[in-house]
């Protein structure tokens, strides 16, 4: 399997599915659209060599379908490595709603999507996303199974967004301990850009430990939500990358760890909970590693999800999920020793390490 990736922008200059980098051996794509409820979907199944593909849906305004398109290719393709790094007995899947959920989302819609989903008969199964809450994924369990992260009260495990946060915290911490020999975040300055569901909660994980947070996105009225919360700073600036923080956390969309941002950046720690958070994995996880700043791999630390929603699946309790979140403390720990050992950046040792679980499975399933 490749590790490059391809902008969106240039998609067009390229075979427009089999031919582009970030589509990467993915077994099936399914381009789902009812007039009716306006709905236009793209479902990504990269892998289930491990158990079904299992992946949250994603509905954004994108500025294209070729966006849309690339963004579902390299999420469920990170989802086949966070699943197999985590010792998950489950594939990599995603999925993509283009629109606004603000205003196009409806019921009718969502049931729709859920019966698309219904027909891959279990080879995806989805969750929730950014776009996405609680409540959208018990109307999609109208019309399939196939689909986690359902209400405790309908006998699901409820928003993983805690879970996300709780396990972005713990790889963190990890990362603190590998730079500075502690783990105690205290006074630590942490820049947390994007506060939705995950970002505020991993903000109050920060706060409760005596770090000094400085939270930054797109909406104002959260910010100033999350600051009365919490008691922490807002970033008013134009250029987060070149402030003086020890820690910075992408918490909103992927790729902000890019040519534009990297030279600039000047954190000791990239650790948040963000998908696909070095635009180049190979040339950015280079660059870091060579600036010094540490990388915690974002499909590892940011696995707290899937482990909470795979509880459905396996029939296990909060207990089994908070050991196993709490568990991506040690096996980022691991992953850094590796990258050092081996001098590889910490993104490959990651992705080697899942790489090589999936390939021992598919040796196993071909006896």
Known sequence: MTTDVIDAKDLVNADPVFGQMSFDDHEQIVFCNDKDTGLKAIIGIHNTVLGPALGGTRM???????????????LSRGMTFKSAITGLNLGGGKAVIIGDAKT???????????????????RYITAEDVGMATEDMDTVREVTPFVTGISESKGGAGNPSPITAYG?????KAAAKYKYGSDILEDKNVYVQGIGNVGEALVEHLVNEGAKVTIADISEERLEEVKAKYGVSIYRGNDIYSENMDIYAPCALGATVNDNTIDKLKADIVAGAANNQLADELKHGRILQDKGIVYAPDFLINAGGIINVYA??????????????????NTTLEIFENAKSNNVTTHNAALNIAKDRIETRKRENAK
């Open 60 to 74: 954004w305004q994108y500025n294209s379908e070729w966006e849309a398109l690339n963004d579902v290719l390299r």
């Open 312 to 329: 459905e699946l396996e029939n296990y309790g909060r207990a089994e999920i908070m050991r196993k979140t709490e568990n991506i403390y």
């Open 168 to 172: 972005v915290f713990m790889g963190m």
């Open 104 to 122: 196009q989302k409806t019921p009718e819609l969502m049931r729709r999507f859920g019966e698309f989903v219904h027909s891959l008969s279990g």
